[in-house]
């Protein structure tokens, strides 16, 4: 609640909610730091009497609540991440709590200077309770649910891989029916905090040199739409007609065509530019063509969902960290493979920060420019172009779906899906070597996919 407060801008009902949260569960209060930002503060009043008011008429015996407390924070040690790999290291433990201490300081330190420079309350609020979580000497399992919130605003590879491994904690009886005393070895401990932490160095690779940047919240944004065309038939007139019905008379509708030959475009009047056949090439022409802040990259044969630019608008306002919207797919008709498809999809971008084009990708074009620009290559240009921006900001799935034509996986879709995977299996095998061997590469891939002759490349600045 004191999230969803904060998104909508109503500074008193945030510090209500927060209030609120600390009577429920007092570790809520290491978010309240967070809050001291100039929108905020004209609430801040509301916080005393929350606090105050439950507490009167148990003031005889707050002396015992604080050793309680006191006590609890102080006593102990099981589980902690960072605890556990310093005892192993051979530090005692008093000096280990200090180290912790510390940690945890300088975690929330970097996590309040980030969000007066523009990071959202969601994001330094999950940055400080994990904080808490890997610095704390005591980690039991429901401990986890401190950041559930997080996980269902904004899913987590390490949170959705620490709730499975976190599976080990429950040993601890074992080892007490078995050897007489309540735990486990420090092997297990490994198992539960290493494969998150591995999951969260890979989730959030390129995000490190990214946290002290200042990050501006855009109030309004021009979009500029690109199309690629090649014989897409008569979808086109139906698409543009959804597309104009939806954003302002003066957006920039480009298309991007690859050479078509069946007479789709004859009475298109928005503005064409022709380029080499190629999603890549076509999306990289059309790109250089227009002049929007943030270019949407749609499909013909999409069906845009309804609301969508109302609610692009607000998503490019509350994501001032964001290089690239990702607003999703659903097949049409559906299907239980094309569901597959779909699921895979989603964990993809989630997870990896890797978008495919029919997802309808949004780029930020100051992104585009600090990473090179878009890649004008036949094929994969919609994983190199996620994998670039990924060092520029923030790859976020909005999950607000169009829909998409099933025709192609209709009668052949294990033949398909083994090629798409080969495919990107093997493009993404080919970037590790450079990237300019991925883009040659690109090319035999494009031959392969579609069956044609090789364009040659070139990429665009």
């Avoid at 009167?56 to 006593?75: C, E, M, N, S």
């Avoid at 038939?233 to 050479?259: K, Q």
């Avoid at 493009?427 to 494009?446: C, D, G």
Wanted: net charge positive.
């Amino acid at each position: 609640a004191m999230l969803l407060a904060d998104h909508h801008r109503r500074p008193a009902l945030v510090w209500l909610f927060l209030g609120l949260a600390i009577q429920i569960k007092l570790v809520a209060i290491v978010c309240a730091p967070l809050l001291v930002t100039r929108r905020n503060l004209r609430g801040v009043w509301i916080l005393a009497p929350v606090l105050i008011l439950p507490t009167l008429p148990f003031l005889a015996d707050i002396d015992q609540w604080w050793k309680g407390v006191t006590g609890f924070a102080g006593g102990g040690a099981f589980n902690g991440p960072l605890f556990t790999a310093l005892s192993l290291m051979g530090v005692s433990p008093d000096s280990a709590r200090w180290i912790g201490i510390a940690c945890f300081g300088l975690i929330g330190l970097a996590a309040f200077v980030a969000s007066l420079r523009g990071l959202s309350l969601t994001r330094s609020a999950a940055i400080v309770l994990g904080g808490l979580i890997v610095c704390s000497p005591v980690v039991h399992f429901w401990y986890l649910t401190w950041l559930l919130p997080f996980a269902v605003i904004r899913p987590s590879f390490a949170l959705t891989t620490a709730s499975i491994t976190m599976a080990g904690y429950f040993l601890a009886w074992q080892t007490q029916d078995l050897h007489g005393w309540w735990g486990f070895g420090h092997g297990t401990a490994a198992l539960i905090w290493l494969l998150p932490l591995f999951a969260l160095l890979a989730q959030h690779r390129s995000s490190i040199p990214r946290i002290f940047r200042r990050m501006k919240a855009e109030t309004t944004a021009r979009i500029s739409i690109v199309v690629p065309t090649l014989n897409v038939g008569p979808d086109l007139p139906r698409f543009i007609s959804n597309l104009r019905d939806a954003v302002p008379s003066d957006t920039e509708i480009i298309l991007a065509d690859g050479g078509s030959t069946d007479g789709s475009l004859a009475f298109i009047r928005e503005t064409l530019v022709r380029s080499a056949p190629g999603r890549g090439q076509q999306i990289a022409a059309g790109i250089a063509a227009s002049s929007g802040d943030w270019i949407l990259i749609a499909h013909a044969d999409t069906h845009p969902a309804d609301g969508w630019h109302q609610r692009l608008q607000q998503a490019i306002h509350h994501h001032p960290q964001a290089a690239m919207l990702v607003l999703g797919q659903r097949f049409l008709p559906p299907s239980i493979p094309t569901l597959f498809v779909e699921a895979l999809n989603e964990l993809r971008v989630v997870f990896g920060g890797v978008a495919f084009g029919d997802q309808t990708m949004v780029i930020r074009r100051r992104a585009l420019d600090d990473c090179c620009g878009f890649p004008a290559q036949p094929l994969m240009e919609d994983v190199e172009v996620s994998m670039r921006l990924q060092s520029c900001g923030e790859i976020i799935y909005l999950g607000q779906e169009w829909q998409v034509s099933a025709q192609k996986w209709h009668g052949r879709f294990a033949r398909r899906f083994s090629l798409i995977v080969r495919i990107m299996f093997t493009y993404q095998l080919a970037r590790l070597r450079s990237r300019e061997h991925a883009r040659r590469f690109s090319q035999q891939l494009y031959a392969e996919y579609y069956g044609g002759p090789v364009f040659p490349t070139q990429e665009s600045g």
